[in-house]
């Protein structure tokens, strides 16, 4: 949290980590302070680049990015 790094992809959960929590509303990030806890998470970095597209403005990045084969 904080750092470099932002989390953009997948993850494969086992069910009973999720239903694990007892709370009606959370967060998932509970469930991988969790796993970061036992040692029991993993990740791989992405090299190329990214953005948000969940906005015009972030839209227009990405086709920015697609045209110029950032």
């Known amino acids: 949290r ?3 790094a932002v989390y953009g992809g997948i993850q ?3 069910k009973s980590r999720v239903t694990a929590v ?3 509303i959370f967060s998932l990030r509970d469930v991988w302070f ?3 806890a036992e040692d029991r998470i993993a990740a791989v970095t992405y090299p190329g680049g990214w953005c948000d597209v969940g906005t015009p403005d972030g839209l227009d990045r990405a086709n920015a990015m697609v045209a110029n084969r950032v």
Do not use: N, T, V
């Open 2 to 4: 904080g750092g470099a």
């Open 34 to 36: 969790r796993l970061i």
């Open 12 to 14: 494969i959960i086992r």
């Open 22 to 24: 007892k709370a009606d």
